[in-house]
């Protein structure tokens, strides 16, 4: 963004002369000139400008009255003399009065380094305010957070009485403070029945004869508060008090999780399991079934048909009630044993045993039929159309995820052309669907295996010297039957059948395991970076994962840079920051991946612990015939250099490309210009060799 100079000259020549050194400083600057007070004062209001030139003798005015106004209105902005002539007494004057700097009109040439320098100062003093602003309010917010908090507090003597209290162990306990001093902790705090527990808790803490923490321990008061306690013991001979219990309510936060908990395993409108939940019972229920029970396990999806007209026309709300009126007619075919589950917007899936043959033939008709009967909400009457898709276990297939895919095929291919609405599942049903199970059982063997799955790696070149510092591993798929299979063949589906967080883990050990075998050979490869999906960042063993994997092949924390898209970072940024700031505490590097195609909220990656942006390759693919990704590439380059980040441009196919970059300020690239990705023997030729870039 160009600086804004306001300038108090009243030569106009003189004014041309400052402009010109400027411009052959390399500063393009908007420039306003002003000769008067009133122009200045004005001015300093409305041009707010980044910078003050003044000459030091103008007619009717000065530019010591011009530092004067400037020390008054405008203290942060610099100010620097331009004048032809200014005695040693004189300049040390004025900058004792707050001018930034001085240049005498005969030396000129150093008025481009005299403004950047003072731009870069008052820059570096703006940042320096802004985190001041932003401890300042943190440690106000946490200040707050402490005053807010409100642990229980009790004071014992050596038999464990009570001698002192605060007011939260009364909140607690419900109980006064005078009903609680002189009687014992686990009487006056805790259930009865959990009173000799507590005391053992109690003694041990008096009978410790070191500074070493004990254990913190439960307790649920006669308020029904759960508090998770620990203790302190006392100096001797202090006034007879020995032992400090503390205590915080944990009431709130076990409801939480509670509540999280069916978050995530249940669905709020039904209060059915969700699919996820659905997929864990239905595992169970196969692993413990009977097989010699002579009657099928049917899993059975049930599709509503045109859900989203009902909801658009008669509201959210009715369709809700809809809902929960099919549950309720789905209940009556549900047995103790039996499971039911919303698994989607307006499907539902049904396990249940039944007799084959023509008992399951009649029965499937004669559920459909019952939940086709009309519903009633309010003055509403809506007639429900519904169809179903039926799997057998095991018929076809012995796994959770495959009955319900295998139950789904089914639904999908019953049309208002098929004569029935109903469809059990069978190999036949399209090639598109027999191979994609096949397929995703194939990944899943795969993942088995040590032969399949391999990793590529692409280099990334520093422009400037033409050298590899990073290679980005790349997953191939050496197929038994299919041969070589890219990313863009299986990667999608294992995020539908949820394999994306073993194949993550699987890429980030092999990619690990590569770099000890380097080093074994001596060869000592730059970072790797690889690529984490939506599923694994957000997944609670993430850290764990990351730290056992590095521990166990001796890898550093920082040759590895850990790749993120944009949209998985900003779909929970509060969550994703913490993540990152755990990530960047071990050493890892942290890349923002794909940048440009997703949320791109400024304000939160502003605030991301990250070290590079990774630009896609949709906008460098077109950026020699596109002026708008030309412009977006520049962008993106100079806001990244901003936020004092790396940028990396993907996809790099031409010099064309490589010089509009360079141009740009991008400074690493990675692309076919330079290198496929290459297996990893490969690689360390890669390495010691420089490409040639221009």
Request: hydrophobic share 45%.
């Amino acid at each position: 963004m160009q600086p804004k100079i306001l300038l108090l000259e009243d030569l106009p020549a003189d004014a041309e002369l400052v402009q010109m050194e400027l411009m052959l400083g390399g500063i393009d600057a908007e420039i306003l000139r002003v000769a008067s007070r009133e122009t200045f004062v004005n001015a300093l209001a409305k041009f707010q400008p980044d910078i003050i030139l003044s000459d030091f003798n103008l007619p009717g005015f000065s530019g010591m009255s011009g530092l004067e106004i400037r020390n008054q209105q405008a203290q942060n902005v610099p100010f620097i003399f331009v004048t032809g002539s200014l005695g040693e007494e004189m300049a040390v004057s004025t900058l004792r009065s707050g001018a930034t700097d001085f240049v005498l009109k005969d030396r000129m040439a150093r008025l481009p380094a005299a403004v950047s320098a003072a731009l870069d100062s008052s820059a570096q003093r703006e940042e320096r305010e802004r985190v001041d602003r932003e401890l300042t309010t943190e440690r106000s917010l946490m200040q707050a957070v402490l005053d807010a908090a409100q642990a229980m507090i009790v004071v014992l003597d050596h038999n464990g009485h009570i001698m002192h209290t605060n007011a939260a162990a009364g909140r607690m306990t419900s109980q006064s403070r005078p009903d609680m001093i002189g009687n014992k902790f686990w009487e006056a705090m805790s259930q009865s029945d959990q009173s000799e527990t507590v005391r053992q808790h109690i003694q041990a803490a008096l009978d410790s004869h070191d500074d070493s923490p004990l254990p913190s321990w439960p307790m649920v008061t006669h308020a029904e508060r759960t508090v998770i306690c620990s203790s302190a013991k006392l100096p001797s001979n202090y006034r007879g008090e020995r032992l400090v219990v503390c205590g915080i309510d944990v009431t709130d936060q076990e409801r939480a999780e509670r509540h999280a908990f069916f978050l995530g395993h249940f669905d709020p409108i039904t209060n059915l399991p969700n699919r996820r939940h659905f997929l864990q019972q239905l595992s169970e229920y196969c692993n413990r079934r009977d097989s010699d029970t002579g009657t099928a396990l049917v899993i059975m999806m049930i599709g509503m048909v045109r859900a989203q007209e009902i909801a658009d026309s008669y509201g959210d709300a009715t369709f809700n009630q809809v809902l929960i009126e099919m549950v309720r007619r789905l209940r009556v075919w549900q047995s103790h044993a039996d499971l039911l589950a919303r698994v989607a917007d307006s499907s539902f899936a049904l396990a249940f045993e039944v007799g084959r043959g023509p008992d399951l033939d009649m029965l499937v008709p004669h559920i459909l039929e019952q939940l086709r009967e009309p519903i009633t909400v309010g003055q509403s009457q809506i007639l429900p159309a519904v169809h179903g898709g039926l799997a057998l276990y095991p018929d076809n297939a012995s796994e959770a995820g495959l009955l319900l895919q295998a139950a789904e095929s089914a639904l999908h291919c019953v049309t208002p052309e098929t004569t029935q609405n109903f469809a059990f599942y069978t190999p036949l049903l399209s090639d598109q669907i027999r191979e994609r199970l096949l397929l995703e059982g194939e990944l899943r063997e795969a993942l088995k295996t040590d032969d399949q799955l391999i990793l590529h790696y692409q280099p990334q070149v520093d422009i400037a010297t033409g050298q590899v510092i990073g290679l980005e591993a790349l997953i191939r798929w050496r197929h038994p039957r299919l041969e070589w299979l890219p990313p863009a063949r299986f990667i999608p589906l294992a995020e539908v059948c949820g394999l994306m967080v073993p194949l993550g883990r699987w890429v980030m050990r092999r990619a690990c395991q590569q770099l000890r075998d380097w080093k074994v050979q001596g060869f000592i490869a730059p970072t790797v970076a690889i690529n984490l999906s939506a599923g694994q960042f957000s997944a609670p063993s993430l850290i764990d994962d990351v730290g056992i994997t590095l521990r166990e092949f001796g890898v550093e924390p920082h040759q590895l840079e850990l790749e993120l898209t944009e949209s998985a970072s900003m779909s929970h940024p509060e969550a994703s920051i913490v993540i990152m700031q755990q990530l960047r505490n071990m050493g890892l590097k942290i890349a923002i991946d794909d940048f440009g195609t997703g949320y791109s909220n400024l304000s939160y990656l502003k605030r991301f612990p990250v070290d590079r942006l990774k630009l896609d390759q949709a906008f460098v693919r077109d950026i020699m015939t596109d002026a708008d990704d030309l412009a977006i590439s520049r962008a993106i380059i100079a806001m990244a250099h901003q936020l004092r980040l790396e940028v990396v441009a993907e996809g790099v196919e031409t010099r064309e490309q490589l010089k509009l970059l360079a141009g740009a300020g991008c400074r690493t690239v990675q692309g076919y210009l330079f290198s496929r990705p290459v297996a990893a023997e490969v690689c360390q030729a890669l390495v010691q060799l420089p490409f040639a870039v221009y």
